[in-house]
């Protein structure tokens, strides 16, 4: 009985003792040198691997950035200029500040102003969809509604919203990491500065149909008037395609675009006042009588 | 066009079959057996069927509809097939809550925790079956027959062949002796009492199989590959010593053999999906069943076997692949 | 006779042909026709004329548009409208040349006598140039040019033409009946494409569920006698008519992984194609007609038809000559119900390639909810291809681009038998043609990568 312990207590031991060699000798052998700030970088990333730096993950990002000279050319949009900084600070280098993005989804078709012209059956994918025809609606740019930036998003910032058959993000949670822009076939979510305090002004269509075509498709379709751009005193929309854009640069928020955008296509966010149209219109309407009187006199 | 026509992807037609359909396929195939053994075994049999079947159900149909808060799967009938193969390993004389807890073990741990229907890793029904086993040795080996609607002609009560023969061995006689003894002979191909509903009679069994290999439902390959590395070894060792080795027909038609490898081993779930590695998990089977009936302390292995082999259909699948159109 | 068929797969769906003993009639003229530009494989055509200019039937109204790319016919006489986008089958804008029919006056050039001309001519670069200027198109479904086709690269040499009377999709009759109604012309089609081949055999195939066919395009071959050309029944499955599989059934040769055919000496063509070859050598005359189906599940006699149409007709005119969409269709669908298009615009005009309008009814044509896979290995004993589609749809949807290359998903034909095999309704080739398109653009990537290297050391 005694010798049996023994036994094993001795055979386990040298066992445990050669196979700890072993390892030893492997992690000796094939060990690979790596610069320990990588380590580093990698302890300040957000640790996502969302890929929306353009990198594989957290890692590569961290190996690339060791490697470079200067790091214009790299940017975590989910930890933003606070790890950036960080990540700076690391490697001995300096970054600018960039201003937060989010995403923002550049259709209103609902259910409601795009009505369904025939029975979507396949699967449920927007790629898939996007391959197959140009849609269940009349319109052949708007969102598919599969939902395949939903599933991209890793931070649980868009959902689907079924009564409008559309995406949502919530912004809070939106990190700008792009994944959802890169799923979206239809190419409608587009990443924009967040504004101050959340206040911005985009164009939510992107159909390149001409006015009739496009809204015979969609109420809310932006038909390529132009009159946002006429209104417009900062310079800042431009209409291509028929469809106009809003250049975050140039915005000064003033919300005249909104007021006299015929179909709605005109989206501000986070205001903390209600537009009033009426109000908007008349001044703008004082402003081009002044002008006439100004050319006139 | 007024009316919203269906778009989709080709194919727009497709074929007359659904897993609702071969889970049909299969309880159908499932019948001759069943009611070779109701007759044998009479109401109690009919009652652990009916219990096994319904616990099933009822608790894919709970915990689908409240904890997995997922549309309910008792419709393709997998729990049914799941409930009958589990009754059909059990023996008649069985408490009917055990029954239950097997059928929990089968749908609650063995099946939904993975993710449902087509995601587990080892057989429900099987796994329901040896958790029994192990937990409640005697009732489980308990093979007094029920008074059935019909006498059995060789009534050996008690115990399995299988597990008699065991016995018989450790006790220093040999099988000639106690065959003679006992009077086993082919006859159990058809009717071999002291057996649970599954193990009865072999006749049966193949029936059903011969039916869901003229619907296609399954293929051959499997059980083939069982059957044949069974008798194989079993013509080996019993060649070697036919005093403590049984021969090659007691063994394929005895015990767990036939439902393992016709209707076990042939789950789509759990068994290899090429040709070949269906070919080398019925091998596997086949070794691991025979080496636990000659050398193991069990008198049966096929359910330990099927388990054993479900756990390496990842590795075969990944190992064996279809040969491809213009890809030497 | 021996029967012969593909080695690997396949699928075998009720063949469904209603329209089978509807004899081919010929479609009225519409007002306007729609001509659309990119009817074939390959670069759009590029319009010749411009509106206001007055077309006679026959006349060239487009150029290709690059070297995979052919000529395009006014298929009516009339005044051309407009030249502008126009949306197709999917809803995706198209250029169509707009002509308002007058009359019906053809391009005198065109030989219009149903005289049957026998004599090959001894001239390849002629007959060649006939089909070329015909706008000749493979008719059985990839609609790939046929000249190209017929010009094997240099190197390559054809050792057998493949004549290909399979029509294994269901519903469809149009190929049935024109072996049935005109198998000489067939015949001696094939013998023009013989000739420009340098002489191989050629084997006509024609699946076993049609043996009016069989025994017409048999009795044709014996009668004209031209040398090595023999009918050849195939087992009835589908895909019988792809290409690969064809070539598998009656040479015994498979092609490569991303390889042509004529790799192992094989030129296939539709019996279609051959009719238009005809045609286009011994009358002169342009692709700018073709036999189309009308068909569906569930459909009274009145409702099927197989029609000799124009070229650029709208499918809605046609659906109203032929009693207008029955109240049971629940989809349309353009081409065979296996590997067709749903129908989302019936504006949309006719093309080259157009072989059916199928009715098809709610309960046959509806996907029913995709479940788990309870992996049977149906789909993968379906693949003609030898795939794995259970593992391509799960490679796809975890985004593993370098394993689906390993598992072949760039191989796909695309078929649809997996699909129309699965128990569970899992849309797996809507996933693994997404997972194909990819693979084949990091192989493209790649292949034009190398070229560059290759071009930087010189």
């Given at each position: 009985?005694?010798?049996?312990?023994?036994?094993?207590?001795?055979?386990?031991?040298?066992?445990?003792?050669?196979?700890?060699?072993?390892?030893?000798?492997?992690?000796?052998?094939?060990?690979?040198?790596?610069?320990?700030?990588?380590?580093?970088?990698?302890?300040?990333?957000?640790?996502?691997?969302?890929?929306?730096?353009?990198?594989?993950?957290?890692?590569?990002?961290?190996?690339?950035?060791?490697?470079?000279?200067?790091?214009?050319?790299?940017?975590?949009?989910?930890?933003?200029?606070?790890?950036?900084?960080?990540?700076?600070?690391?490697?001995?280098?300096?970054?600018?500040?960039?201003?937060?993005?989010?995403?923002?989804?550049?259709?209103?078709?609902?259910?409601?102003?795009?009505?369904?012209?025939?029975?979507?059956?396949?699967?449920?994918?927007?790629?898939?969809?996007?391959?197959?025809?140009?849609?269940?609606?009349?319109?052949?740019?708007?969102?598919?509604?599969?939902?395949?930036?939903?599933?991209?998003?890793?931070?649980?910032?868009?959902?689907?919203?079924?009564?409008?058959?559309?995406?949502?993000?919530?912004?809070?949670?939106?990190?700008?990491?792009?994944?959802?822009?890169?799923?979206?076939?239809?190419?409608?979510?587009?990443?924009?500065?967040?504004?101050?305090?959340?206040?911005?002004?985009?164009?939510?269509?992107?159909?390149?149909?001409?006015?009739?075509?496009?809204?015979?498709?969609?109420?809310?379709?932006?038909?390529?008037?132009?009159?946002?751009?006429?209104?417009?005193?900062?310079?800042?929309?431009?209409?291509?395609?028929?469809?106009?854009?809003?250049?975050?640069?140039?915005?000064?928020?003033?919300?005249?675009?909104?007021?006299?955008?015929?179909?709605?296509?005109?989206?501000?966010?986070?205001?903390?006042?209600?537009?009033?149209?009426?109000?908007?219109?008349?001044?703008?309407?004082?402003?081009?009588?002044?002008?006439?009187?100004?050319?006139?006199? | 066009?007024?009316?919203?026509?269906?778009?989709?992807?080709?194919?727009?037609?497709?074929?007359?079959?659904?897993?609702?359909?071969?889970?049909?396929?299969?309880?159908?195939?499932?019948?001759?057996?069943l009611?070779?053994s109701i007759?044998a075994y009479g109401w109690a049999e009919l009652l652990v069927v009916a219990v096994s079947v319904l616990s099933c159900v009822l608790l894919e149909w709970a915990v689908t509809r409240w904890l997995?808060?997922?549309?309910?799967?008792v419709?393709?009938?997998?729990a049914v097939v799941t409930g009958l193969l589990l009754a059909m390993n059990l023996p008649s004389a069985i408490p009917l809550w055990i029954v239950f807890i097997g059928a929990f073990v089968a749908i609650c741990v063995a099946k939904l925790p993975?993710?449902?229907?087509?995601?587990?890793?080892f057989n429900p029904a099987i796994t329901g079956r040896v958790f029994l086993l192990i937990s409640f040795p005697a009732q489980m080996t308990d093979w007094n027959p029920t008074p059935g609607?019909?006498?059995?002609?060789?009534?050996?009560?008690g115990a399995t062949?299988?597990?008699?023969?065991?016995?018989?061995?450790?006790?220093?006689?040999?099988?000639?002796?106690?065959?003679?003894?006992?009077?086993?002979?082919?006859?159990?191909?058809?009717?071999?009492?002291g057996a649970s509903a599954g193990e009865l009679?072999?006749?049966?069994?193949?029936?059903?199989?011969?039916?869901?290999?003229?619907?296609?439902?399954?293929?051959?390959?499997?059980?083939?590959?069982?059957?044949?590395?069974?008798?194989?070894?079993?013509?080996?060792?019993?060649?070697?010593?036919?005093?403590?080795?049984?021969?090659?027909?007691?063994?394929?038609?005895?015990?767990g053999?036939?439902?393992?490898?016709?209707?076990?081993?042939?789950?789509?779930?759990?068994?290899?999906?090429?040709?070949?590695?269906?070919?080398?998990?019925?091998?596997?089977?086949?070794?691991?069943?025979?080496?636990?009936?000659?050398?193991?302390?069990?008198?049966e292995?096929?359910s330990?076997?099927?388990?054993?082999?479900?756990?390496?259909?990842?590795?075969?699948?990944?190992?064996?692949?279809?040969?491809?159109?213009?890809?030497? | 006779?021996?029967?012969?068929?593909?080695?690997?797969?396949?699928?075998?769906?009720?063949?469904?042909?209603?329209?089978?003993?509807?004899?081919?009639?010929?479609?009225?003229?519409?007002?306007?026709?729609?001509?659309?530009?990119?009817?074939?494989?390959?670069?759009?055509?590029?319009?010749?004329?411009?509106?206001?200019?007055?077309?006679?039937?026959?006349?060239?109204?487009?150029?290709?548009?690059?070297?995979?790319?052919?000529?395009?016919?006014?298929?009516?006489?009339?005044?051309?409208?407009?030249?502008?986008?126009?949306?197709?089958?999917?809803?995706?804008?198209?250029?169509?040349?707009?002509?308002?029919?007058?009359?019906?006056?053809?391009?005198?050039?065109?030989?219009?006598?149903?005289?049957?001309?026998?004599?090959?001519?001894?001239?390849?670069?002629?007959?060649?140039?006939?089909?070329?200027?015909?706008?000749?198109?493979?008719?059985?479904?990839?609609?790939?040019?046929?000249?190209?086709?017929?010009?094997?690269?240099?190197?390559?040499?054809?050792?057998?033409?493949?004549?290909?009377?399979?029509?294994?999709?269901?519903?469809?009759?149009?190929?049935?009946?024109?072996?049935?109604?005109?198998?000489?012309?067939?015949?001696?089609?094939?013998?023009?494409?013989?000739?420009?081949?340098?002489?191989?055999?050629?084997?006509?195939?024609?699946?076993?569920?049609?043996?009016?066919?069989?025994?017409?395009?048999?009795?044709?071959?014996?009668?004209?006698?031209?040398?090595?050309?023999?009918?050849?029944?195939?087992?009835?499955?589908?895909?019988?008519?792809?290409?690969?599989?064809?070539?598998?059934?009656?040479?015994?040769?498979?092609?490569?992984?991303?390889?042509?055919?004529?790799?192992?000496?094989?030129?296939?063509?539709?019996?279609?194609?051959?009719?238009?070859?005809?045609?286009?050598?011994?009358?002169?005359?342009?692709?700018?007609?073709?036999?189309?189906?009308?068909?569906?599940?569930?459909?009274?006699?009145?409702?099927?038809?197989?029609?000799?149409?124009?070229?650029?007709?709208?499918?809605?005119?046609?659906?109203?000559?032929?009693?207008?969409?029955?109240?049971?269709?629940?989809?349309?669908?353009?081409?065979?119900?296996?590997?067709?298009?749903?129908?989302?615009?019936?504006?949309?005009?006719?093309?080259?390639?157009?072989?059916?309008?199928?009715?098809?009814?709610?309960?046959?044509?509806?996907?029913?909810?995709?479940?788990?896979?309870?992996?049977?290995?149906?789909?993968?004993?379906?693949?003609?291809?030898?795939?794995?589609?259970?593992?391509?749809?799960?490679?796809?949807?975890?985004?593993?681009?370098?394993?689906?290359?390993?598992?072949?998903?760039?191989?796909?034909?695309?078929?649809?038998?997996?699909?129309?095999?699965?128990?569970?309704?899992?849309?797996?080739?809507?996933?693994?043609?997404?997972?194909?398109?990819?693979?084949?653009?990091?192989?493209?990537?790649?292949?034009?990568?190398?070229?560059?290297?290759?071009?930087?050391?010189?």
């Amino acid at each position: 009985m005694t010798q049996t312990i023994i036994w094993t207590v001795a055979i386990l031991s040298v066992l445990g003792l050669l196979l700890a060699l072993i390892l030893f000798w492997v992690a000796r052998k094939f060990r690979v040198e790596e610069d320990p700030r990588i380590d580093e970088v990698e302890k300040v990333m957000p640790g996502a691997n969302c890929g929306g730096c353009g990198f594989a993950g957290c890692r590569a990002f961290a190996d690339a950035a060791v490697k470079a000279s200067n790091l214009d050319s790299q940017y975590c949009p989910v930890g933003g200029d606070e790890v950036m900084q960080k990540v700076a600070s690391i490697l001995g280098l300096t970054v600018a500040a960039k201003a937060p993005q989010v995403a923002v989804v550049r259709c209103n078709g609902s259910c409601e102003a795009r009505p369904r012209i025939n029975d979507y059956d396949g699967a449920q994918s927007c790629r898939v969809k996007a391959a197959l025809y140009s849609g269940d609606t009349g319109c052949a740019f708007g969102c598919l509604g599969c939902g395949d930036c939903a599933a991209a998003c890793q931070f649980g910032a868009l959902s689907m919203d079924p009564s409008t058959g559309l995406p949502v993000v919530d912004q809070d949670k939106c990190t700008a990491c792009g994944a959802c822009a890169k799923a979206c076939p239809r190419h409608i979510i587009e990443l924009r500065p967040k504004g101050p305090r959340g206040m911005r002004m985009y164009v939510s269509c992107v159909n390149k149909d001409k006015g009739p075509a496009a809204k015979k498709a969609c109420a809310n379709a932006c038909i390529g008037c132009g009159l946002c751009a006429r209104t417009c005193t900062h310079d800042a929309i431009t209409v291509t395609d028929n469809v106009a854009w809003i250049d975050p640069a140039k915005c000064k928020l003033c919300r005249e675009c909104e007021a006299v955008c015929p179909t709605g296509a005109i989206h501000g966010v986070n205001f903390p006042k209600e537009l009033d149209k009426e109000a908007v219109k008349k001044r703008i309407a004082d402003r081009k009588a002044k002008e006439k009187e100004v050319v006139h006199g | 066009m007024d009316k919203k026509y269906i778009v989709s992807p080709n194919p727009h037609i497709h074929a007359n079959v659904s897993t609702t359909s071969i889970m049909r396929d299969v309880i159908i195939a499932l019948c001759p057996a069943l009611v070779v053994s109701i007759l044998a075994y009479g109401w109690a049999e009919l009652l652990v069927v009916a219990v096994s079947v319904l616990s099933c159900v009822l608790l894919e149909w709970a915990v689908t509809r409240w904890l997995m808060k997922r549309p309910s799967t008792v419709g393709d009938l997998s729990a049914v097939v799941t409930g009958l193969l589990l009754a059909m390993n059990l023996p008649s004389a069985i408490p009917l809550w055990i029954v239950f807890i097997g059928a929990f073990v089968a749908i609650c741990v063995a099946k939904l925790p993975f993710g449902g229907i087509g995601q587990n890793v080892f057989n429900p029904a099987i796994t329901g079956r040896v958790f029994l086993l192990i937990s409640f040795p005697a009732q489980m080996t308990d093979w007094n027959p029920t008074p059935g609607f019909i006498p059995l002609p060789d009534a050996v009560s008690g115990a399995t062949p299988l597990s008699v023969i065991k016995e018989a061995i450790k006790s220093g006689s040999t099988i000639p002796e106690f065959m003679s003894a006992h009077n086993y002979d082919l006859a159990s191909f058809l009717w071999d009492a002291g057996a649970s509903a599954g193990e009865l009679s072999a006749g049966a069994l193949l029936i059903g199989f011969i039916y869901l290999l003229i619907r296609r439902v399954v293929k051959p390959w499997i059980p083939v590959s069982v059957l044949g590395t069974m008798a194989l070894i079993a013509f080996i060792f019993h060649g070697i010593n036919p005093d403590i080795y049984t021969g090659v027909s007691f063994n394929l038609m005895t015990g767990g053999a036939m439902l393992g490898a016709l209707f076990m081993a042939t789950d789509y779930v759990t068994s290899p999906m090429n040709t070949w590695g269906g070919v080398v998990y019925g091998i596997g089977i086949g070794f691991i069943a025979m080496m636990i009936r000659y050398f193991g302390s069990y008198p049966e292995g096929m359910s330990f076997a099927i388990l054993l082999m479900n756990c390496t259909v990842p590795l075969l699948n990944m190992w064996f692949h279809q040969k491809k159109y213009g890809r030497a | 006779m021996d029967k012969v068929t593909f080695s690997m797969g396949g699928v075998h769906p009720h063949d469904s042909k209603y329209a089978r003993d509807c004899a081919i009639e010929e479609l009225p003229l519409p007002q306007t026709v729609y001509v659309s530009m990119a009817q074939h494989l390959g670069a759009p055509a590029k319009p010749v004329v411009a509106p206001g200019d007055k077309v006679l039937v026959g006349q060239v109204i487009a150029e290709p548009g690059g070297f995979i790319s052919a000529f395009v016919h006014s298929p009516v006489s009339g005044t051309v409208k407009a030249i502008a986008p126009r949306k197709d089958l999917a809803g995706n804008p198209v250029t169509h040349v707009e002509i308002s029919v007058e009359g019906d006056e053809w391009d005198p050039v065109i030989e219009r006598s149903k005289s049957l001309k026998t004599s090959i001519p001894d001239d390849k670069a002629f007959i060649l140039d006939r089909i070329k200027a015909a706008g000749v198109v493979g008719l059985g479904g990839a609609t790939f040019p046929t000249h190209v086709k017929l010009s094997p690269p240099p190197g390559k040499v054809a050792e057998c033409l493949i004549i290909n009377g399979a029509e294994c999709e269901p519903f469809l009759t149009s190929d049935y009946r024109i072996m049935v109604e005109r198998p000489k012309e067939i015949v001696i089609g094939a013998a023009l494409m013989q000739k420009v081949l340098g002489g191989c055999p050629c084997v006509i195939g024609i699946e076993e569920n049609k043996p009016e066919a069989i025994q017409a395009m048999d009795a044709a071959v014996s009668l004209l006698g031209y040398p090595g050309i023999r009918v050849q029944v195939l087992k009835k499955r589908y895909p019988q008519g792809g290409e690969k599989q064809l070539i598998d059934a009656v040479m015994h040769r498979q092609v490569k992984s991303g390889g042509l055919p004529i790799d192992v000496g094989a030129v296939v063509q539709n019996v279609a194609t051959s009719l238009a070859v005809y045609e286009a050598v011994q009358k002169n005359k342009p692709l700018i007609t073709n036999v189309l189906t009308i068909t569906g599940d569930q459909l009274p006699v009145s409702f099927r038809h197989n029609y000799l149409f124009r070229i650029g007709v709208p499918l809605s005119f046609i659906v109203e000559q032929a009693g207008g969409i029955p109240d049971s269709a629940a989809k349309l669908v353009s081409g065979g119900p296996m590997m067709g298009r749903a129908i989302s615009n019936l504006d949309a005009t006719t093309v080259k390639g157009s072989s059916s309008v199928l009715y098809l009814s709610e309960p046959v044509t509806r996907r029913r909810p995709e479940t788990n896979c309870i992996r049977c290995g149906r789909c993968a004993d379906a693949c003609p291809m030898g795939l794995e589609p259970f593992l391509l749809n799960r490679l796809y949807r975890a985004g593993d681009l370098d394993a689906l290359e390993r598992n072949a998903a760039q191989d796909c034909i695309e078929c649809g038998c997996c699909l129309y095999s699965c128990p569970a309704y899992i849309p797996l080739l809507d996933y693994i043609r997404q997972a194909k398109g990819q693979v084949t653009g990091v192989l493209r990537a790649r292949a034009v990568a190398a070229k560059a290297a290759a071009e930087a050391k010189k």
